[in-house]
Structures are given as C-alpha cells and as structure tokens.
C-alpha cells in the first residue's frame, strides 16, 4: 500500500496523522469518507503513525515460523439455565453432533450451517461460520452477527465492517490475510447480548477454528467478545492496552473496541490505533511479553 493511501486510511479512522512533507505535497485523491484529518500530529507518547512498518506482504521477508497450536479445550463451565423465553436446546443437531474437536475447516462450516443447537436456529436468516485466510496469522474475534451480516452470511459486513477493514489496512493488513469469526455463529434477535447458554452451545466452535487456524496473534474487538473468550467479567477499559494469552493455548491476545462502538464514539480511534500498532508490531516481531491473564475484576473501566 502506498503511503498517501495509508495515511488516508489512518484519517479515515479519525486519528490525527502526521504527514511526510514530501507525501504532502502530492498528489491527493480524497473522498469525504477517507479525508485525512489535519492540522495532524503523532499520537503522545508514540511514534508517528507513518513510521509503524506494515505488515509484511507477498514476497517480503515472512515473520518467524510458529507453533503448532495446542489442543483448545471449550469452556468447562456447566451451562446456564434457559432463560425464560427462549429455545430450548436441540441436542440432537448441536455441536456434539459431529464432534466439533474432529473435522476439518469444510466439516465444520458444514455443521455449523446445520446446527440447530440453540435458540438461535430459530430467528437466524444465515449462520455467520468465518471469513478469511484459513492460514492467518491474526484471528480477530468478534461477539455476534448483526442485522447486515446475519443476511450476508459474512462476519463484519456494513459500516463497522467497512471500518475494521480500513483499521486493518492502516496496518498493512488487507481482510483476505486475517481469519474474521464471532462467539456466535447465529445472530441474537435485536443484537442483544448472547445468552450463556448460546455461547455454552456455540463455543465448540470457535474454539476448534482457532485450534485449525493456531494464529500467532488473536484480537478481541468490543466487551462481549473479550470477556467470553478471556472467560472474565473485567471490563474492557481493564483488558485493553495490554497484552493478554488465550486460555491454556497461551496465544498472545490483545483487546481493543468494536468498530461498531468506534463509529460512534470517534474519540475512541486514537485508543484503537494504538491497539493495532501493538497487533502490527507482534506479528512483524513475533516476540514479545504476555503481561495478564485478563481477570483483572478490580480495574475501572
Ligand atoms: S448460535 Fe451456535 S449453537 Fe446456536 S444454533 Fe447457531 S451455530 Fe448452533
């Protein structure tokens, strides 16, 4: 990505950039939706946006090698209660029909478009299974389809997906290169909060596409899906701006705001962009130190 068209990516967000002279001084092609926002400066305490390395792209040196992910075991936690009003379970179509922990990427995008083990099964227009490179090395996690992308069938479509694309390409990262998958596979009727015992029935799910794709690096976007995957009521003002591991996989975590929360608290941008320069700088590096295991229950949000 060129450098004019990054910076703009970075205005896009509402991040106050700095701007090379010499990048300046182009040629500027500018739509009211990707305006750069000036006067600009760098964000206190950080070097300038434009100095964060992008990740790197075909035919640029590769990060270091990882690991093969370790087997993930779902949520040991006995299920919830059904809450009054909603469907009961249908144990014969759920996640352990097939075992989730045995198939393969195709195997389980097949089941999850037939399960019928929620309540969900019943106000779902499509299951939202995940898109992106089955070989990424960042997992971005998010908490459940909403209207847009329970028709579309794809995990951050509209607005907030249109955002998060340009948060991701700030820091060289086009979609197709990272995994996009929610807690929830179905969508909760008027976006509401998901049920523990949907996320109980749904959580097989996810945890075996992470074990399939063994990302280097995972990013939570927005509360709900951090406090589920991180298994923690702390809020996320607590969880963000650190470094986190996924649960017994010890896979570096990191926490930052849904881009659906972002659209409409733009003075939350800056905060985000310094999430994404942390995501962009372990994945380049692959080293780093995990600092918090994300149950921090005494923090101020
Ligand atoms: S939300 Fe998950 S567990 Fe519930 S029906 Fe959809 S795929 Fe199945």
């Given at each position: 990505m060129d450098e004019r068209r990054r910076l703009d990516y970075l205005g896009a967000m509402g991040v106050d950039v700095w701007v090379p002279r010499h990048v300046a001084a182009g040629p500027v092609e500018r739509s009211d939706e990707t305006a750069l926002v000036e006067p600009a400066l760098p964000l206190p305490?950080?070097?300038?946006?434009?100095?964060v390395p992008p990740y790197?792209?075909?035919g640029h040196p590769t990060p270091p090698v990882r690991a093969a992910a370790p087997q993930i075991v779902p949520n040991p936690v006995a299920p919830e209660p059904v809450a009054s009003g909603s469907v009961e379970p249908d144990?014969?179509?759920?996640?352990?029909?097939?075992?989730?922990?045995?198939?393969d990427w195709d195997a389980l995008a097949t089941a999850v478009s037939g399960?019928?083990?929620?309540?969900l099964r019943e106000t779902r227009t499509n299951t939202v299974f995940g898109v992106g490179s089955?070989?990424?090395?960042l997992l971005i996690i998010g908490e459940a389809p909403g209207a847009d992308e329970d028709r579309a069938g794809?995990?951050?479509?509209?607005r907030a997906g249109q955002l998060l694309n340009r948060m991701l390409a700030a820091i060289?990262?086009?979609?197709?290169q990272v995994y996009i998958a929610n807690v929830l596979k179905c969508r909760p009727p008027g976006n509401r909060d998901p049920r523990p015992e949907e996320v109980k029935q749904c959580e097989a799910y996810l945890m075996r596409q992470i074990e399939l794709l063994g990302p280097r690096a995972i990013l939570c976007v927005g509360r709900v899906a951090a406090q589920h995957v991180l298994q923690t009521d702390a809020p996320l003002g607590s969880l963000r701006g650190r470094w986190l591991e996924f649960r017994a996989a010890s896979i570096p975590l990191r926490v930052t705001y849904h881009p659906a929360y972002l659209l409409r608290s733009p003075d939350q941008k800056a905060k985000a962009w310094e999430d994404l320069v942390e995501v962009a700088r372990r994945l380049r590096e692959g080293v780093g130190t995990v600092i918090g295991k994300g149950n921090d229950k005494d923090q101020a949000d």
């Open positions: 305490g950080q070097a300038a946006p434009s100095s790197p792209q075909p144990p014969s179509d759920g996640p352990s029909s097939p075992d989730p922990t045995k198939l399960c019928r083990a929620c309540g089955r070989t990424a090395d794809e995990p951050f479509v509209g060289g990262l086009a979609r197709e």
